[in-house]
């Protein structure tokens, strides 16, 4: 697998939005829609791709007063890239 870039973003195939019929974060592409639990919602939200992963890191933990994060969030942006969510 390729490395993470060093500002991940959502690929344009795909668009995270909130749908209040589920009450949950979703990403939507053509084919359909990927459920997203809460935690994957806000490590999304932050790949704009003017992030680097140590820059997401810190703002969530900050942002959820959470320590050690960073392997979490490292496998969900792994699966994201494997999966084309992320560019």
Known sequence: MNPLPLTP????????QFEPAQ??????????MVQ?????AEILKC????RTLPGIVTE??????AKGI???????????????WIE
């Open 60 to 65: 969530l933990e900050a942002a959820f007063q």
């Open 36 to 40: 997203l639990n809460p935690s994957a």
């Open 70 to 84: 960073e392997p979490d969030v490292r496998s969900l942006l792994e699966e994201g890239q494997r999966r084309g």
């Open 23 to 32: 009450d949950r974060w979703v990403l939507l592409y053509p084919e359909g």
């Open 47 to 50: 790949c704009d791709g003017t």
């Open 9 to 16: 973003k959502l690929s344009r195939k795909f668009r995270l």
